[in-house]
């Protein structure tokens, strides 16, 4: 094309014309791609939060939850059934036919009030053994952990978490040999956990570790255990030990086939998997959202380049009767929707990079920006320039010389 | 190619020539004449040459015959006066002869060129390179100077922008504008504007000079130097066809054509053609 700066410059001298015009079509688009910046962001953060949790729970590990409960044709929820126990736990630890496990950790969960002095919580109360801290990497910044003593002697004793130690002893007194009422039964603290991190559900630092058989006899009162996690001797023997679990617990069942199976069983890597799924939905979902934004903003632009084609109708008859080809129309309208969307995707990747660091230190998530991102809100801004600036100059490019002049 | 060489190199001496040979209103009966002949007239002297030209205007409910069946031929040097009242066919008869419309029937030749037939892109070229338009409402761009609005027919011609400028700088002085080249359009009288329109008009140097009604908006002194202007410029060369209702300002050309209900009721020589005095060069 020839004379490129010439219409630029002149495009920019028509859109300075009516600031206030300009100003609003720039804005639906920088509210777009600023949207889009920030959700995109805000999606990948989680996601990377939620892999660093999931990976800080341990490498090679196996998770068993027992299957839902079903009376006649009512489903009910997974995890509900009482059919794991501590039998099934020795069994996979000692059974000749699995050969891969290097340690397995059963436990109860539970969450219930939890009392020191004039402090309370609710938090989850778990039952394990000592193996618990191999499979599960934790490990202890004061004190010990539970101890085989404790598990079989059904000794009163507790491990809190850091954030659970300052949730209840929140005067800064050291938590070691304080006592705490877990459902109304007395426990002596006799260790507290390194930080490990993490948020909401997840967050391991909340957790307060009690010995097992304590925990079924007296706090819960029950036989059963809601998980138990294997440790598996090495990565690339998931699958096998996967599948002589599986068929261990399948016998002991009593079940003749897996479809009928009353457990599951999750790998790190299930986990994991289930886990990006469900925030990579949750990204798309916000993208979504902030596509739709970035369409209205593309329509806003379509809006305002039709009303200027139609305002400028003489302008454009008089160009063609100086002898303006179609082509040098619609460069000249494309440009300017082009000026409109470039700018506003500029300000709006601005905006959408400060949208995202305010939240990532509101919400104490990652700030993740990837360039990627970055140059799709560009690209979308110049494609949305191009779709929604063609119409109006096309129709600018078919006017009528005649009909132009003519237009009062 | 060739034959448009020999129409500039022979431009001048056969002009003379013709125009004394033949009386100019009546080139058209010459045109009818054996093809060599009529080729050969309109290769050197005949500018317009427009034979049975007809334009209807269907609508669902009637059928409107804005020309009907006109010809007429107009020479190089002319200066052609265009009159009739409104709805006579006179500005649909302009639109078609500067190429802004097409014509139903009909051949109209523009300098040797066939313009019937043509796509909106190459009448644009045509528009461009062959017509230079004065509008009654000047039509000037009121966001970019005075010298970018006389650039802008070269900058689609697509000359080298020195060149532009240079020459647009020299048509604003010739027309007594030299000292208002960054001026905007809403800066100078309606006198002014136009004057800035005839050097627009003239920078690609057309074949054709086309106006619409040129004084219509603008005071009786002022339209009196335009009027000096289009002399000046047609003594040079340049073939002026005007559209004007105001017998005062048809005096100033040298034919006379009457247009009504679509058809030419007169096409008379203009004897007494009036003389404009340019009342001033520059301002």
Redesign the interface.
Known sequence: M??FL?IIK?SI??LF?NKLRTGLAILGIVIGIGSVIALLSLGQATQQTIQNQIQSLGSNLLSITPGSINAGAIRGAQGGATTLTNDDATAIQTSPQITDVAAVSPTYTGRVQVVAGGNNTNTSVIGVTPSYAVVSNVQVAEGNFITTQDQQALTRVAVVGPQAAANLFSDGADPIGQLIRINNIAFHIVGVTVSKGGTGFLNQDDNIYIPLSTAQEEVFGVTHLTSISVQVKSADLMTDAENQIGYVLLSRHKLQNPTQADFSILSEADILQAATTTTNTFTALLSGIAAISLLVGGIGIMNIMLVSVTERT??IG???????????IVTQFLIEALLLTFIGGIIGILLGIGVSLLLSTLIKIGFVISVSSILLAFIVSAGIGVLFGWYPARRAANL???EA?RYE | MAQEQVEQGDNKSDETQLVLRVPEHQNYLIAGKPSSIRVYLKMNSITIDISHISKIYQTEAMQTVALDDVSFSISKGEFVAIMGPSGSGKSTLMHILGALDTPTNGTYILDGQNVEKLSDDELADIRNKKIGFIFQAFNLLPRITLLQNVMLPMRYGGMPEKEREEKARQYLEMVGLGKRLSHSSNQISGGQQQRVAIARALVMNPALLLADEPTGNIASAQAEEIMAIFQEINNRGHTIVMITHEPDIAEHSKRIIHVKDGKIIADDRNKKQKKAKRLHTTD
């Open positions: 020839h004379d010439e002149e001298a028509t014309l003489r302008e008089l160009r063609k009767a100086l002898g303006a080809k179609k082509q040098v009528q010389p005649i002049l």
